[in-house]
């Protein structure tokens, strides 16, 4: 079992940046694949970024690249998405997520643990 607690989300102006942090609880952290989703009001949960259990390789949603960064600290029980440049089209609840085997990883149904969210605003 694997608990997620979000946090750093917030109101930030256009062209700002917000680091979000998700701890996770349980020993088996690090095998586990992390992934950050955004559901805005109205729309789906979509894909934004996920990095893999070992390896450290990362992907991101094209809306994204160049502009977010996923990290993890295996060692913290933690993983980061710093977001830079923001823009209002960012503005969303961001979930991290774990998934116990790391196929078809841009679909929330492969992540088998998730937080409660935190919001971000971008403002224009």
């Known amino acids: 079992q694997v608990q997620l607690v979000e946090s750093g989300g917030g109101l930030v102006q256009a062209g700002g940046s917000l680091r979000l942090s998700c701890a996770a609880s349980?020993?088996?952290?690090?095998?586990?694949?992390m992934g950050w989703f955004r559901q805005a009001p109205g729309k789906e949960r979509e894909f934004v970024a996920v990095?893999?259990?070992?390896?450290?390789?990362?992907f991101y949603a094209g809306s994204v690249k160049g502009r977010f960064t996923i990290s993890r600290d295996n060692a913290k029980n933690t993983v980061y998405l710093q977001m830079n440049s923001l823009k209002p089209e960012d503005t969303a609840v961001y979930y991290c997520?774990?998934?116990?085997?790391?196929?078809?990883?841009?679909?929330?149904?492969?992540?088998?643990?998730w937080g409660q969210g935190t919001q971000v605003t971008v403002s224009s």
């Open positions: 997520a774990a998934a116990k085997n790391p196929f078809q990883l841009s679909r929330p149904s492969a992540y088998d643990y």
């Open positions: 990095i893999i259990e070992t390896g450290g390789d990362t």
């Open positions: 349980g020993r088996t952290f690090s095998s586990n694949t």
